[in-house]
């Protein structure tokens, strides 16, 4: 599977913006799909997912309430709706994908993304 993140850009504080990853070379309703986000400096952290059969698993303390993962599978594609934006959720935004448990470690996934930019002025 081949996974392709894009939606990053800049935006100010109290924005929004709306992330994507296109799932190719398989289904995304086969994979548990999760996001992830890395900030300079820091480690990578879970930010949300979504499991296989469509359960949601939800999103991590920090955006809660202001993010939320979906999917579409006709589109084949994952989505992280992200508001009310913080400069502290500036970070590169990656999807990864898995077969096995929908798991809050990154070392997890087999399967990831490029990685997309999202940058938040204060």
């Known amino acids: 599977v081949q996974l392709q993140a894009s939606g990053g850009g800049l935006v100010q504080a109290g924005g929004s913006l709306r992330l994507s990853c296109a799932v190719s070379?398989?289904?995304?309703?086969?994979?548990?799909m999760a996001w992830f986000r890395q900030a300079p400096g820091k480690e990578r952290e879970i930010v949300g997912g979504?499991?296989?059969?469509?359960?949601?698993?939800g999103t991590t303390d920090s955006v809660k309430g202001r993010f939320t993962v979906s999917r579409d599978v006709a589109k084949n594609t994952l989505y992280l709706q992200m508001n009310s934006l913080k400069p502290e959720d500036a970070a590169v935004y990656y999807c990864?994908?898995?077969?096995?448990?929908?798991?809050?470690?990154?070392?997890?996934?087999?399967?990831w993304g490029q990685g997309t930019l999202v940058t938040v002025s204060s």
């Open positions: 070379e398989g289904r995304i309703n086969t994979y548990n």
């Open positions: 979504i499991r296989w059969s469509g359960s949601n698993w």
């Open positions: 990864a994908a898995d077969t096995r448990v929908l798991s809050t470690r990154s070392s997890e996934y087999a399967y």
